[in-house]
Each structure stands twice: as C-alpha cells, then as structure tokens.
T-cell receptor, first 112, second 114 residues
Framework: QKEVEQNSGPLSVPEGAIASLNCTYS??????FFWYRQYSGKSPELIMS????GDKEDGRFTAQLNKASQYVSLLIRDSQPSDSATYLC????????????FGKGTLLTVNP | DAGITQSPRHKVTETGTPVTLRCHQT?????MYWYRQDPGHGLRLIHY???????DKGEVSDGYSVSRSKTEDFLLTLESATSSQTSVYFC?????????????FGPGTRLTVL
C-alpha cells in the first residue's frame, strides 16, 4: 500500500461548483497533514495544514481530517478557473523528523 | 517563495559530470530539504538538514550528497550525473518556533542530463 494516495484525476468541475479532493494515508502514526497547490511549471504552494480531526476552513478552502479512517480531504467552494492546478496531499509521519511524504497529486480543471 | 532562491534555475549537463545545485534562504529556518519531482512519482525527498552540518538521507538519496556549512545555504551535489537524475529539483525550508513542521518551497531547478 502506498503511503499517501490520491486520485490522479483529472477532476473536472464547472465554475462556481464545489471541488472535492481526497487523500488517504497508510501510517496511523501520522501527525500533520498538508495541502499544496502546484500550477504547471511552478513550485508547490501551501494552502492549508490540519492536525486535528474535523474541519478547518480558510476562505473558500476547507480541509477535513478523519484519523480513524486515515482520510484527509480538501473542498474548494465556488471554484474558479484560477483554481485549475495540481493539488498535492502531504503527510508527516510520527517520528520522521518533519519529513513530508507526498501523494502524486490530483489535477483539477475548473471549466468557465 | 518565502525568501528562498535556487540556482541555477535551469541546467543542461552531460552524463558523468559533477553538478551542484544551491538553495539559499533568508528566513533563518532550521530545516532545509531537497526534493525531486518526476512524472508518475511525485515529489520525493532526497536529503534534508536539521541544522548546520547536520544532514540525513531521504527516500531517494543514492547518487546525491549534500552539505550545509551555513544556516542559509544548502547544497545538493550530483557527483557523477546520470540520465536518471534528469528532473526538477525543489528546495524547501521549514522549522520556525510558530510552525515547526510547515515547509515552503523554492522556485525549482530544472536539470537535464544528456
């Protein structure tokens, strides 16, 4: 089982819709969870971090964490064409000295 | 890019030549990381540093070495470049009092080994 798994996509949504991006992880000792956005040809940009079970909201973005199910998700409300990018899920496993393990990313396309 | 620069931004080299990539930060972060990003593999950790002269291996460290003689600089060296090391290399920094585990990425270096 891969350590961090994401659907590669592409995920296509119409402008104004909610985009839902999902990620599962294998290590139950994982402590910290991150979502990064990466535009084509650019570097990853941090969107959100989440550490506790439940929801965390920041503007149009909501991260959701369920440690029992080993599942983390990112919801993007009122999706815009500028949200079109690859979204990377990353996890810090317990005892890993803050080393990130990344999923392969989900390509999101928002259609005008 | 959170006060991180990488140099060079693009490099083309030949198999067997040594290559050094530089990461420079102005944020005084304790941790620095080198990743490579390849289609189908995503971002993978090569080496990281948790302080000056303190480094450790990551997931894909074979063929790479690193050095950190100053807080602000982290060097990645390919002793003898191979075509399999053609990739995009990202440096990241992390480790502040307020956010020990959050990492911020530099702009990247695109390396082509012919």
């Amino acid at each position: 089982q891969k350590e961090v798994e994401q659907n590669s996509g592409p995920l296509s949504v119409p402008e104004g819709a909610i985009a839902s991006l999902n990620c599962t992880y294998s290590d139950r000792g994982s402590q910290s969870f991150f979502w990064y956005r990466q535009y084509s040809g650019k570097s990853p940009e941090l969107i959100m971090s989440i550490y506790s079970n439940g929801d965390k909201e920041d503007g149009r973005f909501t991260a959701q964490l369920n440690k029992a199910s080993q599942y983390v998700s990112l919801l993007i409300r009122d999706s815009q064409p500028s949200d079109s990018a690859t979204y990377l899920c990353a996890v810090i496993r317990g005892g890993s000295n803050y080393k990130l393990t990344f999923g392969k990313g989900t390509l999101l396309t928002v259609n005008p | 890019d959170a006060g991180i620069t990488q140099s060079p931004r693009h490099k083309v080299t030949e198999t067997g030549t040594p290559v050094t990539l530089r990461c420079h930060q102005t944020e005084n972060h304790r941790y620095m990381y080198w990743y490579r990003q390849d289609p189908g593999h995503g971002l993978r950790l090569i080496h990281y540093s948790y302080g000056v002269k303190d480094t450790d291996k990551g997931e894909v460290s074979d063929g790479y070495s690193v050095s950190r003689s100053k807080t602000e600089d982290f060097l990645l060296t390919l002793e003898s470049a191979t075509s399999s090391q053609t990739s995009v290399y990202f440096c990241a920094i992390g480790g502040t009092k307020s956010s020990t585990d959050t990492q911020y990425f530099g702009p990247g270096t695109r390396l082509t080994v012919l």
